[in-house]
């Protein structure tokens, strides 16, 4: 049986529905990719942050540069910052996504606008014959949900329409730094997502099942 | 621009943070990184208790990297008396890390904070096993605490010291130590547990030929070694002792005696000057020595089952007083730890003369006045109380009981050495002890028909405070005076005209008010030209804007966050209060050192130039105060004062 079964079975069976958001192991994650054109476009580094509850452990955390042996667009180098040079020395994507289902197993994933990173991981998951099965949650969509349940606020309209993760990083009145760095990004996506969860809280979000119908992807 | 995927841009925050926090700031870049590893980052909303008193202490070392928590003692009827603050880049859990010990202290966050945690045997593993950040620890702390610039109470930072503060304050030789029991290496195990037995102590410690200390032998080893493996008595001592000595020179700071014990999990410590052993320090003795903390004071008070046995506490209450003043508290943070106690001794006498006369017939709420009611008592604190009651049919049976109730109490104060009012402002006048119906018609009198003459005996319950019994009594007759209050415009011109009387000096020694003649010739009444005129002021504003806090320095901050009000004054007003404040509990202190009469005379020629500017300050606050309330009560008083 392959290495990564047992993963995929663990992370999926050990979380039931009712677990208190205390007691969850989270992973907040986030991927750059060669293109946002989900046809042709590969996976270049993943970083990811585990927490423990609202807990972020420092020790605890996950980057790696893949090399995914293609040509990286121009102007997708000006956003990350990764050059074919650059790339070159990283690990064979196979490698890296074995550790990274170990790294997550039996967490939630977070991320912001995490659809993007799903499908990514999925993608370059199920060319080697891989499944992610472990529930995730959308931080846009939370913090969608926080904002049309907290006090009225005149500009919520425009709130609502501006969710990058600067903005909400404001929003959260935490600094951003070193942007559209995979690990970079994790971590302000964790320090963003450990104030929702005090944010949730005391909305009255008690358990696994609540936050998914909130904001599960 | 590439990046490397070796290092983690996270762990590079984190140290780039820790690079600035004493005592981390002496790692190596590389230790803080195997440090970060272990740490995890919290979040903790505004007025999260991340540690509560009384609870198993925490098991972490938190430094706060945003935001800023306070460290305070609760009260009795769950209010938080503040101690400290910590704020960015400054660490908390350090004692109760070493200690392991119930913590002491609620840690609340006052903002939203967030905290790194370092866990806890980390924070050993480095005190342990390096020189430099224990040292540091030690040297810091002690500067910080012991150096009281005059920039640290205009700031309010001022801080105060709880046993921890001891820890860093005094030193070995401050604490008396029991001399060391010596034996040869060629004792035996008999001779010495004889030794031990005679000498009524729990540990002896081995000495060689030069006379320097190479074992102990303790009544742990006794039992584990020698009872327990029956081991032959006549076997040399050498066999039984642990080696090497710990020892520490009694000039060191009391804190790196603890250490000691804690990092080695030992309980004896041999103390040394210059290498001879000239005493053995205990963590028994070391727990005796917390006694000296307010804490304790609470503990013995709760502790006592006479009025004999409670006259005990006054001496103790006072005693702490000295001792947080050195310890560079800040007056306000005195005052009220001082008023904290006096109200759990009222507790306490008046559950003894509830034991003795039975239940009361009817609710009552003991309540007290003036000074003690705003909680601003130093030194000089006599009996200032009343005693409010429901209303009964049977007024006879609750007048005849609370008479007693009053009359054992004012005794009870009495023989704790409070001494009687002399305005008579005490529960045992029958004047000042009334069913609640009678009181709310002398509040109405008071705020409705007011007199420039009876207003000044009205000033001592306008600061009232509840301190035991049925608070809902005291609660009710504060909420009809609030009502009355918002339409008395006449009581708050005449309040407002008291206020002024007293005009604060300007400058010094030319325009300085002081005592022409007489024992206080050419000194300053601080209190009567200083606290006085701001307390007063305070009173007129809160009361004014509705404010239910008697408590000066609690008026004046929550004037300050009114919206509709120019905050600086206030906060100028709160400032010049604690140094003046603190000037009078100095002044005080030394005249108990010196054995003279209690006062709040000052002569300036005993300030420093510093003092003295700061001094001037506090009066022009003072004066702008008083000011402000002609301003705005201008008219009022002008028609008062032509009548």
């Not at chain 2, 008595?233 to 020892?247: C, G, K, N, W, Y």
């Not at chain 2, 006096?342 to 003036?370: H, M, S, T």
């Not at chain 2, 108990?592 to 005993?606: A, I, M, Q, T």
Request: hydrophobic letters at 40%.
């Amino acid at each position: 049986m392959p290495g990564w079964w047992k993963h995929e079975s663990q992370s999926s069976e050990a979380l039931s529905q009712d677990s208190a958001l205390d007691s969850l192991r989270y992973v907040v994650l986030d991927t750059e990719l060669t293109s946002l054109d989900s046809r042709t476009n590969r996976l270049l580094s993943v970083g990811a942050i585990a927490m423990q509850g609202a807990s972020i452990q420092l020790g605890n955390q996950f980057y790696r540069v893949l090399n995914p042996s293609v040509s990286i667009p121009p102007e997708s180098v000006v956003i990350h910052r990764l050059r074919v040079e650059d790339v070159a020395g990283g690990e064979p994507p196979r490698q890296c996504l074995d550790d990274l289902c170990q790294f997550i197993e039996g967490a939630v994933l977070v991320g912001h606008f995490v659809d993007i990173d799903l499908n990514i991981l999925r993608k370059e998951m199920g060319q080697t014959g891989r499944k992610l099965n472990n529930p995730a949650i959308d931080t846009a969509r939370v913090h969608h949900w926080i904002l049309r349940h907290g006090p009225y606020s005149e500009d919520l309209s425009m709130q609502l329409e501006k969710m990058d993760l600067p903005t909400l990083a404001k929003f959260y009145s935490l600094e951003a730094q070193d942007a559209h760095h995979a690990l970079s990004d994790a971590f302000l996506t964790a320090r963003i997502w450990q104030k929702m969860l005090y944010a949730l809280k005391a909305k009255g979000v008690r358990n696994l099942r609540k936050l998914l119908s909130i904001g599960g992807a | 621009m590439a990046h490397s995927s070796s290092e983690s841009v996270i762990t590079d925050t984190v140290v780039s943070f820790l690079k600035n926090v004493p005592p981390f700031q002496f790692l190596s870049v590389r230790e803080l990184c195997r440090l970060a590893t272990t740490m995890t980052l919290e979040f903790f909303p505004k007025d999260t208790v991340i540690v509560s008193a009384g609870h198993p202490a925490s098991e972490s070392l938190y430094i706060v990297h945003k935001g800023g928590v306070k460290l305070a003692l609760r009260s009795q009827v769950g209010k938080q008396i503040v101690l400290d603050k910590r704020s960015e880049g400054e660490i908390f859990g350090l004692l109760s890390v070493m200690s392991k010990d119930l913590a002491r202290l609620d840690v609340v966050a006052i903002e939203d904070t967030l905290c790194y945690r370092v866990p806890a045997e980390q924070v050993q593993k480095l005190i342990s096993s390096n020189a430099e950040v224990s040292t540091f620890l030690l040297r810091t702390s002690v500067t910080r605490y012991m150096d009281r610039s005059l920039q640290e109470l205009r700031t309010q930072t001022g801080l105060m010291g709880d046993t921890e503060r001891l820890l860093y304050s005094l030193s070995v030789s401050d604490v008396p130590s029991s001399p060391p029991l010596l034996c040869q290496q060629n004792t035996t195990i008999r001779e010495a547990a004889q030794m031990l037995a005679h000498a009524k102590a729990t540990s002896v410690f081995v000495t060689d030929v030069s006379g320097s200390a190479v074992g102990i032998v303790t009544d742990r080893d006794f039992a584990q070694k020698v009872v327990a493996q029956a081991l032959p008595l006549d076997r040399a001592v050498t066999e039984v002792m642990s080696s090497p000595v710990v020892a520490v020179e009694a000039s060191e700071r009391l804190f790196r005696a603890l250490l000691a014990m804690v990092s080695r999990n030992i309980h004896h410590v041999l103390v040394t000057q210059r290498g001879t052993p000239t005493g053995v320090l205990t963590a028994h003795d070391l727990m005796v020595l917390q006694g000296k903390s307010p804490l304790n004071v609470v503990r013995f008070i709760e502790a006592q089952t006479s009025v004999q046995d409670l006259a005990k506490a006054n001496q103790r209450i006072s005693g702490l007083l000295p001792l947080l003043l050195r310890e560079g508290a800040k007056a306000s943070h005195v005052t009220r730890v001082v008023a904290e106690m006096n109200d759990r001794l009222i507790v306490k006498i008046l559950q003894f003369a509830e034991a003795k006369l039975g239940p009361p017939p009817v609710p009552y709420c003991w309540v007290v006045l003036g000074s003690e009611g705003r909680r601003e008592q130093t030194f000089k604190t006599d009996q200032d109380n009343a005693l409010l009651y429901a209303d009964s049919e049977d007024q006879a049976s609750a007048r005849e009981y609370f008479a007693q109730l009053t009359a054992f109490a004012q005794d009870a104060l009495l023989t704790c050495g409070y001494p009687i009012c002399p305005g008579n402002y005490m529960a045992s006048n029958p004047l000042w002890r009334q069913p609640l119906q009678a009181w709310m018609t002398l509040f109405h009198e008071w705020i409705t028909q007011a007199e420039l003459h009876g207003t000044e005996d009205a000033l001592i319950f306008l600061d009232m405070r509840p301190v035991a019994g049925d608070f809902s009594l005291y609660q009710a007759l504060a909420a009809k005076n609030r009502e009355w209050l918002k339409d008395a415009g006449m009581f708050k011109s005449v309040l407002a005209c008291i206020s002024t009387t007293h005009k604060p000096p300007l400058g010094f020694f030319r325009n300085f008010v002081l005592e022409r003649s007489g024992e206080h010739k050419d000194q300053l009444d601080l209190k009567l030209f200083g606290t006085g005129p701001i307390v007063d002021a305070a009173r007129v504003f809160a009361l004014d804007a509705g404010i239910e806090h008697t408590n000066t320095a609690d008026r004046l901050s929550t004037l300050s966050t009114a919206p509709d009000r120019d905050p600086t004054i206030f906060q100028d007003m709160q400032e010049a209060f604690e140094f003046l404040t603190l000037l009078r509990l100095e002044c005080q202190l030394r005249q108990v050192r010196e054995g003279k009469e209690l006062g709040n005379y000052l002569s300036p020629d005993s300030l420093t130039q510093l003092q003295r500017s700061l001094l001037k300050e506090a009066f022009r606050a003072a004066a702008r105060a008083q000011a402000l309330i002609e301003e705005r009560f201008r008219t009022a008083i002008w028609s008062q004062l032509g009548r």
